[in-house]
């Protein structure tokens, strides 16, 4: 455990902030398999304002925070994905 905490006291709170936020992206591959999991997405919001927060730039964090919200809330759904649509159909 002491090693954990020595790694740890290496690394500044934003850098700490910035590992989160990339282990909590969801990404490109998962995307179709968590888009509606209203937990990682709200995660995924709440760590980025956290990065933001830290970086002085609440104007940034704060649309990201209503968002998780949204999340938690189920006032937000996912949106569908844009290459699974209708695809308007040529006419000849």
Known sequence: MESLNTQHSALSTQELAQALME??????NDWHRLKSNRNSRASEQVAAALVYLLKNQPEEALPRLEQAVGWLDKSISAPPCPTHGHKDKKVN
């Open 23 to 28: 282990r909590l992206t969801i990404s490109p």
